[in-house]
């Protein structure tokens, strides 16, 4: 359910290498993330060719709050199914959710459980179909429409 990397650190390349394979077959409109290090893995992409649209995407509550709002959302409007995916599952009943003053909520790593990478993984997938598709409302309902597969 899960791929690995070789090792005791994490080996880019080899990340650069499963990405591309995992998304030959697919049709990347955007893909999100986090700036934090990124730059390891673009390199690694730009050295093998491999190109998607991406799109940086923050980890505090200005980013996080609306994508965290829409997918709580869509799962309880039952408009968003995973598939029982055992790893998604585990990170999910793994999310804690933090707070501000303000009361915007973000995932928050730190008081979470065990494991919550692919529930943040998720979150920023809503986050950047929202941002990409504001202001038209056709791509986000054919987003809706069309199944979300995750593949590991």
Known sequence: FMRTTPGASVDYSFVAREISEILADCSVKTAAFDRWRFDLLKKEFENIGFDIPLEPFGQGFKDMAPAVDQLETLLLNEQMSHGGHPVLTMCMANARIERDA??????????????????VALAMAVGATMLQTEGDEGDFDDFLSSPLAMKF
């Open 102 to 119: 303000a009361g915007n909520r973000k995932l928050n790593k730190a008081k979470a459980t065990g494991r919550i990478d692919g529930a």
